[in-house]
């Protein structure tokens, strides 16, 4: 996949292209949809399949302190979009140079590429303040004579798919909804550090990653069933976010995993999080024992899960 990550870098191929129009900050199912319509067109007219997306979130810019948590890292969505068979990725900055382009500076910039199509989402918005709308790409399409595909928003159990929508179910817990809007496992990843020493006394070893640094929204706290993966290899486990409440003793959340039937010293490897299900809340018990007692049994309920 062709990565091109400049207004001026934009110029003709040899061949023409489709080009799906969207922030696509979560790749999500309403996203998928939208990217999909674009391949099935370039598959039906001989076209290259290009996305269009910012490299960051357009809030960053104009309202910083409203700016949304990522919900998929770059390396993961240049993944998906590969294997959803994207030729080439436009992903420019969003700053004042782009935000201060009329709807028709923008499609000005875009007609540099040589497409016969667009395909957007049926809320698709551009240029200066928003103020491109799909009727104006109506127009623009009717004059430059190029197809325009317009998708209309997916849906979940009667709830419109955003990107909003699968932050807030992700921060109140929900994630098997989240999941379902995603159309995968929600993740997390970073560098595996040393905690407090505490899991191995309680039988119950954790890999943690610290989340006060984390660009990526965070599960509510509590216990989720997980499944991680290590230098290429996958593993079934536990995890808990949270403060650790029984002992009051960290000062920001962390991400703690427990890894079933694994004995290694993994400090300061990548660790990826998929979250599969919640099982409860985070809680302060009365002794050790008691909290020991209910890790037990988030153990069998994980395993369960996983029908291990």
Not at 74 to 98: C, H, I, N, R, T
Not at 118 to 136: C, D, K, M, P, R
Not at 245 to 257: C, K, N, Q, S
């Amino acid at each position: 996949m062709e990565i091109i990550t400049s207004l001026e870098d934009f110029h003709s191929f040899a061949r023409p292209c489709v080009i799906a129009l969207g922030t696509f900050d979560g790749l999500h199912l309403g996203h998928q949809d939208v990217i999909g319509a674009a391949a099935e067109y370039a598959a039906q007219n001989n076209s290259r399949l290009a996305v269009f997306t910012f490299r960051n979130h357009p809030f960053s810019l104009i309202r910083p302190a409203e700016a949304p948590m990522s919900l998929i890292s770059s390396e993961k969505k240049y993944a998906l979009l590969e294997k959803m068979g994207v030729d080439l990725l436009l992903e420019v900055p969003f700053d004042l140079q782009l935000a201060g382009l009329s709807p028709q500076e923008f499609l000005q910039q875009l007609s540099k590429l040589n497409f016969n199509c667009l395909a957007v989402g049926e809320n698709f918005n551009f240029g200066y303040h928003g103020s491109g709308n799909i009727a104006t790409l109506q127009e623009f399409a009717k004059a430059k004579g190029f197809k325009l595909i317009v998708r209309p928003l997916v849906s979940k159990n009667g709830i419109i798919v955003s990107s909003t929508e699968i932050r807030h179910l992700i921060s109140a817990g929900n994630i098997s909804e989240a999941n379902m809007m995603l159309g995968r496992r929600y993740e997390l990843e970073g560098t595996i550090v040393k905690g407090c020493q505490r899991g191995r006394l309680l039988d119950f070893p954790t890999a943690n990653i610290e989340l006060d640094t984390q660009q990526a929204a965070v599960p509510h706290t509590g216990v989720y069933a997980v499944r991680v993966t290590l230098s290429g290899a996958s593993y079934y486990g536990m995890a808990n976010i949270g403060m650790n409440p029984t002992f009051g003793d960290i000062a920001a959340a962390r991400l703690e995993t427990h890894i079933f039937d694994f004995a290694k010293d993994i400090y300061g490897q990548h660790m990826t999080v998929e979250f599969h299900k919640f099982i409860r809340s985070e809680q302060k018990f009365a002794s050790v024992d008691i909290l020991r007692r209910q890790l037990m049994s988030d153990r069998i309920a994980c395993r369960n899960y996983f029908d291990l």
